[in-house]
């Protein structure tokens, strides 16, 4: 299975940014599709961000225009730059990775506290 490790969690203030990595490690080539959901305390988690090996996103209404997932495939790493941050944002954030794009070998990172709030 794949090894996700998230970083770059913090507490930021209304209006601020934050960058957000994860690095996934194994014996795999390439991983089909990798992600970042959320989820707030009382809340189901919820998809974020996606992306794929070929660079195709997709991305939850509530933060378009302002969070931006991209990969680095040499590195086997994903990012989200998430700017004009919200209070609504606050949740743990987790990584996760779609080996084959299909739901049957999925991986979990162990989450990363945003928390945003003046």
């Known amino acids: 299975q794949v090894l996700l490790v998230e970083s770059g969690g913090g507490l930021v203030q209304p209006g601020g940014s934050l960058r957000l990595s994860c690095a996934a490690s194994?014996?795999?080539?390439?991983?089909?599709?990798m992600g970042w959901y959320r989820q707030a305390p009382g809340k189901q988690r919820e998809l974020v961000a996606g992306?794929?090996?070929?660079?195709?996103?997709n991305y939850a209404d509530s933060v378009k225009g302002r969070f931006t997932i991209s990969r680095d495939n040499a590195k086997n790493t994903v990012y989200l730059e998430m700017n004009s941050l919200k209070p609504e944002d606050t949740a743990v954030y987790y990584c996760?990775?779609?080996?084959?794009?299909?739901?049957?070998?999925?991986?979990w990172g162990q989450g990363t506290q945003v928390t945003v709030s003046s």
């Open positions: 996760n990775a779609d080996l084959y794009g299909n739901g049957r070998s999925e991986s």
């Open positions: 194994g014996t795999f080539i390439i991983i089909y599709k």
């Open positions: 992306i794929t090996r070929f660079s195709v996103t």
